[in-house]
């Protein structure tokens, strides 16, 4: 294994970005493709065959003794939020390319084929919908619902995968099949502080939490802030301030079960220092791993809505957006990597992932694992994103030896 290989790397793909103050990759533009397309040539050189198919998932396969056999991959995503970090996501895809390379270097031949895939669109900063390159190659999301999205600048899903010579009529082919991969493992840096705050290297990912989010729109009455008396108003925002303090009590008061509540957008019309708010959006973020937990929350902020209603006298909508079940990693696969990490005195624990992944979509067709390592301060999606390579390197040779292990099965 090379640190100094790995550094350039991570150093190489930072040029792969639009300007601005972090990392600007954005799914389906010009810069993503052509970092795509330069991670192709690095798996060419290492004697890799390479694809990239209809939705822009990258797959790069190494030929092993007995071809017959299902492939062992490793994987991640190369694209960015708007002025991302540089290690979400890269960290995964770039010690995929280690472990190969590695492999080579010691004359290694896997009996199992290697993958390493670069899924297609897994932030949502673009379209709002997340891990899309992996959710279509598991067969989770159709060529309808992605003919519905737009960016925020009105460019459709289907435009964006033209200019990159991608076609949405072809993604059908981009489904696999069941018997086609033994296992896939997800390199990620942790996104949190748990493992830097208990002093741990290894992170064992248990299961992924899942989402389930709303839109709430609080309609009030838009009046003069000089002329209306208090007792008269109907205050949008005041409404609506209520829902985002009993949206945190209620993410504290369940946090033992691990799940967490956000409101990530407040927006308010009409917008005047002298004008009551006449309305109020709100977008609400609410996951964890125990699904019972994750619904009291819902119960309890339902409740909450329809007594503002009564006592406030607005009128208050809400939408769910999308929901989704937790997604359990294989048991089996969780304890190899737990011995494995112990084999090599590495500072372990099993943990849950609050953040979606890639592996969450594989994991519904293939056995798969997860393995953390520590973000310094817990940083991510923010330009000040950093792991060491100490830790990078740590993850990578974890990887590596699980890929051993499994290959030997």
């Known amino acids: 294994m090379n640190k100094e290989r790995v550094k350039h790397l991570i150093e190489v793909f930072r040029n792969y970005s639009f300007e601005g103050e972090g990392i600007n990759r954005i799914a389906y533009t010009n810069v993503e493709t052509a970092a795509k397309h330069h991670f192709m040539r690095l798996c060419m050189a290492q004697g890799m065959t390479v694809r990239m198919d209809a939705i822009g998932n990258v797959i790069a396969r190494k030929d092993g003794l007995m071809d017959g056999l299902p492939s062992i991959a490793m994987g991640s995503h190369l694209d960015s939020v708007y002025d991302g970090g540089l290690f979400d996501g890269l960290v995964g895809v770039i010690g995929g390319l280690e472990v190969v390379t590695s492999l080579n270097e010691q004359g290694i031949i896997t009996n199992h084929p290697i993958e390493i895939i670069v899924f297609a669109c897994e932030e949502s900063s673009r379209f709002g919908v997340s891990t899309i390159g992996s959710k279509v190659m598991t067969n989770q999301l159709s060529a309808k619902e992605l003919l519905s999205l737009k960016d925020c600048n009105e460019i459709s899903f289907e435009d964006a995968l033209s200019s990159q010579n991608l076609s949405i009529e072809k993604i059908d082919e981009v489904v696999r099949n069941k018997s086609e991969l033994k296992a896939f493992i997800e390199l990620h840096i942790e996104q949190g502080p748990i493992l830097e705050k208990e002093q741990l290297e290894i992170g064992v990912v248990t ?203």
């Open 207 to 409: 299961s992924i939490a899942a989402p389930v989010r709303y839109q709430i729109k609080v309609i009030g009455e838009a009046a003069h802030s000089g002329t209306t008396p208090m007792e008269y108003r109907k205050d949008a925002l005041a409404a609506a301030s209520e829902i985002v303090l009993k949206i945190e009590s209620l993410g504290i008061k369940e946090s033992v079960y691990s799940t967490v509540a956000t409101v990530g957008v407040l927006s308010i019309k009409p917008g005047g220092m002298n004008i009551i708010p006449g309305e109020a959006l709100l977008q609400v973020d609410i996951r964890g791993i125990d699904m019972e937990s994750r619904n009291r929350v819902t119960e309890e902020l339902i409740e909450t809505i329809f007594l503002l209603k009564n006592q406030r006298n607005v009128e208050i909508e809400i939408i769910k957006l999308s929901e989704e079940q937790s997604v359990p990693l294989d048991e089996y696969y969780i304890d190899l990597l737990l011995m494995l990490a112990e084999k090599n005195n590495f500072k372990v624990k099993k943990m849950s992932s609050g953040a979606g992944h890639d592996v969450m979509n594989m994991a519904k067709l293939f056995k798969s694992a997860m393995i953390f390592i520590p973000s310094k301060y817990g940083i991510s999606h923010n330009p000040k994103e950093y792991t060491c390579i100490q830790e990078i390197m740590k993850g990578i040779a974890l990887m590596k030896d699980f890929l051993l292990a499994v290959d030997k099965e």
